[in-house]
Structures are given as structure tokens and as C-alpha cells.
């Protein structure tokens, strides 16, 4: 019989409460049985993070990219406790609140070209399971079924629930463990060359008619290695399946709100998606809120007399008033704050600041994109990368590197000398590890 590992001890000083729960807490992405415990962390502000034992640190993440104008802006916690002064929850069936229709309606406006009916979610991965059922129905409701498969792209992350999983890649990605238990898709390399582009037109002509919909990353696809292209392959991805019918979903749950120079990525190749995911920055990082936007022609074929036609779909809290505050508050700084250039700003700092790390043994590529820097090593042993997250926590950083990948996410307010504390942490680090 196998004998239990023993968990690595808490540190000293730890407080009274994470040593209760530990014993009874699944934390995300983590062998628990061999890595570090969680740090205790009692506050957080601007870009730092404070911790139990006194310490703060800077954060190169700003908790997985969501919190876009640091934590703890006065704006959104006070309209968050509005709010909750005020109606905390309701059901969204039968009933409609203010935040919820107010912010409905400022999404479809910064939204690229028609995109105009918005349903509510609470996360990124249900955003994006939410699209990929208006696809198929669309096609039930149209009349035409059979299409039941999505077009993937080799190296794309759409989040961790099973619709999700199944358009993601299993191979390069978190998710070889269920690959025998997910829908069975089209997975092709994106448009970068004439080859690629010529199988990816080849799979859309021969696959077309069991297609639901073509499903990409805008400009960068995240958890699968940050990995860049331009605005003309988007452009392609959209226009070639488009010109064939076919919906296109962009997952901007990472690219939107400011991450990488645009409000949304879509607006830097001039495209419009038929469906478009939104979360993560949604609310400036303080609630879990989704949203699907769909275009006219989508929405219509929803519409009609038959109780069937509809979308028979609703998260228990979705559309709830508190997120909905969040999010409204967020969207009054992008307006009244220079978020988006704050971002494209920031894409040069990073540039200077990570470009010492490109004459590092074992590195790859060091690459930027608004509010991205992006190392890649040519290998990470699990050793390695629990030292290297070990020596950036000494360095005063919280920044968490997955895969053969050390990146940052800042939030777009973090000042220059920050940044540029950021960037030497993180070339000190690696060259330390």
C-alpha cells in the first residue's frame, strides 16, 4: 500500500488559520504533495501584496490578469459597497436589475461592430462554454444539424471546464488527462504561412458542414505559451471562416480590457467576431463575472414562438448586481483614465526591462505586447521552476512561471520604477536559477 507524502511544513509564523485549513483546502495547478504552501496574505493595494508575516510584494501578475488597475481602487470598492447596501443578488430569470442592464449596454457599445446581446456568466470558462452552446443551437435552430465539432488552433487555452477543455490543446496543454473523455474536434495550426493557411482553408472546405464554429485567441494565446501573432493572421482566422458562414468565437477572457495595447484585441486587426468572451478584468479583478456577446444574426435565430428555439441556459448568478457595480466602476476608469495607453506604454518599459535576459543561458525568446513580457526557456524541470518561484518571492516579487514560460501581467497603473523593479527581479532571478 502506498504511504501518504508528507506536505511540505508551513513556514514559521504562519498564521493560526492556514494551518486549520490547510488540511482541508484544493488549491489550483499545484502538486500539493511536493510544493511550497500558499503564502498568507492579509491585504493587498496598488500593485503590492501584504502578507501575514509583514512582507509585501510586488505583484507581476496582477492575480492572473485581472486586477488592471491594481487592487483595492477606491471607485470599485465603493461601488461595490453601494451596491451591496443596496441588492446584493436576485435571480436574473423573470427579474432584470440596473447594474446588470447598464453594463449590458456599455459592452455591446465598446464591443467591435454589431456585437449587441450580452448574456451574463461568473467566470471565463463559462463565458466561453456559453458561446460554444449558442453555436451549436444556432445551427439546430437554423434548421441544419450535424454540426457538432468546433475548429480549434494547436497551442489555444479556453479555460478548464469540459466544453472548454475540448476546444483547447490537450497535447501541448493542462488537459492530456481527460483527452479521452472530451468532444472530439478540428484542431490546425494557426494561419501563420502560406502552408498553414492552406490547411487551415483545406479543413474549412472539407469539415465545413460538421463545423459549429472556429474558436481563437486573439493576438496572443495565454496559458498555452503566450505565444504572439499579428493582426493579419486574426484577420485571416475571421475572414476565411466568416466567408464560409461559419461563427467565429473570440476568447478575449486574457486580451481584453487594456492587456495588450487595445481595449479588446479584436479592434487591432479591425475584426468582428459573431461571439465574443469576456471575464478576468471585467470587474478590475474584485468579482468572478463572465459575459457572451453575441451579434444580430446569432441572437435572432434564438427568437421566435417556439419555447424550444430558446437558450436554455443560467448560471444561478449570473448578471449579479455587486459584479455588475464592479464592472460598471471599472469601465468609468477606462473612460475617465488613460488605461489603454498606460498599456502600450507599458510594452516598451517591459521591452528595456526584460531585454538583459535574452543573453541568459537556456533563453529562448523574450517577447512583448502592451502589458505582456514573455521569457521563454528552452526547459523548466519542476526543480527549477519551484526555485525560480522560491527566488522571486525573496526578491520581493510574486510572479508565478508554468511551463518552459516566466511572464508578467502587471497592472496597467503600475509606475515605471516598479516596473523596472519587476524586470530586474526577474532577470536576477533567472540569472540566479
Known sequence: MS?????????????????????????????????????????????????????????GMASWWTACHGYNHPRITAAIRDQAER???????????EPALALARRLAH???GDLAHVFFSDSGSVAVEVALKMA???????????RARFLCFAHG???????????????????RVFADALAANLTVDLPRDKPSLAAYRETLDSQGDTIAGVIVEPLVQGAGGMLFHDAQVLGLVVAEAQSRGIPVIADEVFTGFGRLGHLLAS???????????????LTGGALGLGATIARPHIFEAFSGPDLAAAFMHGPTFMAN????????ASLDLFDSE???????????LLEAGLHPCRSLPGVLDVRTMGALGVVELDDLPFERLIALRRAFIEGGLWVRPFGRIVYVTPALVMEESDVEHLCNGVCLGLRGN
Open 3 to 59: 504511504r501518504k507524502p508528507t506536505r511540505p511544513p508551513l513556514p514559521k509564523g504562519s498564521p493560526d488559520w492556514l494551518a486549520a485549513g490547510m488540511g482541508h483546502i484544493w488549491l489550483p495547478y499545484t502538486q500539493m504533495a511536493v510544493e511550497d504552501p500558499p503564502l498568507a496574505v492579509v491585504g493587498a493595494e496598488g500593485v503590492r501584496i501584504r502578507l501575514a508575516d509583514g512582507r509585501e510584494l510586488l505583484d
Open 87 to 97: 441588492l446584493s443578488h436576485v435571480m436574473f430569470g423573470g427579474l432584470a436589475h
Open 110 to 112: 465598446i464591443a467591435p
Open 136 to 146: 451549436l443551437q444556432y445551427w439546430v435552430n437554423r434548421g441544419e444539424r450535424g
Open 157 to 175: 487555452y479556453h479555460g478548464d471546464t469540459f466544453g472548454a477543455m475540448a476546444v483547447s490543446d490537450a497535447e501541448h496543454g493542462f488537459h
Open 267 to 281: 479592434d487591432a486587426a479591425g475584426v468582428v467576431p459573431d461571439i465574443l468572451c469576456l471575464s478576468k478584468a
Open 321 to 328: 448586481p455587486i459584479a455588475c457595480a464592479a464592472a460598471n
Open 338 to 348: 488613460p488605461r489603454v495607453a498606460q498599456a502600450a506604454r507599458m510594452e516598451g
